[in-house]
């Protein structure tokens, strides 16, 4: 069965400093990856999604991917963060090509950036 | 940009009381979906729904839940007789499904807010 571990619950940095959001995933096959956030009380906004090729992928508001097959990782990252980054962030796990089955999602990290 | 519409934004109703949420999922997507997000927890699965019948269901999607597609457009979430812990963020979701299409991430809709009283 497919699963998705964000490993911190909570993470703190301060503005301007690089950012890292861990991200495991469990899948049978090659997965669709995807980074979203979520303002409080807010919907969910797709941030970066990965499918196949370049392993580094660059999404919306300065964030990139890379996926690392070997480590079954998709972490996120910001070389420098603005307050208008503190949200929360899930990484999801997608069927492959054409399949219809469900997007799981971790459990969310939520960031908090201090001045 | 195409988009998932929810309706309404927020709900408030009376426990035991049945409500609707409704979606108009994107025009020329196959497979639709709804996820609940109980506030401050993850995003869970609820159902997914292809060909004008249910694909796949999670444990949470008992027989208080019921989906539909009644006209062609709009993708409904019913529940039966609410309980105080189905209030939640509800999201709605389709995806293309097309074999090879490049675009086959979901696209959520903003969500109901459904408070239960």
């Known amino acids: 069965a497919q699963s998705v571990t964000q490993p911190d619950i909570h993470i703190t940095v301060s503005e301007g400093a690089s950012l890292e959001l861990r991200c495991n995933y469990s899948?049978?096959?090659?997965?669709?990856l995807f980074w979203y956030v979520q303002s409080p009380g807010q919907g969910l906004q797709l941030l970066l999604k990965?499918?196949?090729?370049?392993?580094l992928v660059q999404g919306i508001k300065g964030f990139e991917a890379e996926f690392k097959r070997s480590q079954s990782s998709f972490n996120l990252r910001k070389p420098s963060v603005h307050w208008s980054d503190a949200a929360e962030y899930f990484c999801a796990v997608g069927p492959p090509l054409g399949g219809y089955q469900k997007v799981t999602f971790g459990t969310g990290t939520k960031l908090q950036v201090i001045p | 940009e195409p988009e998932v519409t929810q309706t309404p934004s927020h709900q408030v109703t009376q426990m035991g009381q049945e409500v609707i949420l409704r979606c108009v999922p994107i025009s020329n997507h196959l497979y639709f979906y709804w996820y609940r997000q109980i506030l401050g927890q993850k995003v869970e699965f609820l159902v997914s729904f292809y060909n004008n019948e249910i694909s796949e269901k999670s444990e949470i999607f008992d027989d208080q839940f019921s989906v539909e597609r009644p006209d062609g457009s709009n993708f409904t979430l019913k529940i039966r007789s609410t309980k105080l812990e189905d209030s939640a963020m509800y999201f709605c979701a389709s995806r293309t499904g097309r074999f090879r299409d490049v675009s086959n991430e979901a696209f959520f809709g903003q969500g109901t807010r459904l408070t239960v009283v």
């Open positions: 990965y499918f196949s090729g370049d392993t």
């Open positions: 899948y049978g096959a090659t997965p669709y």
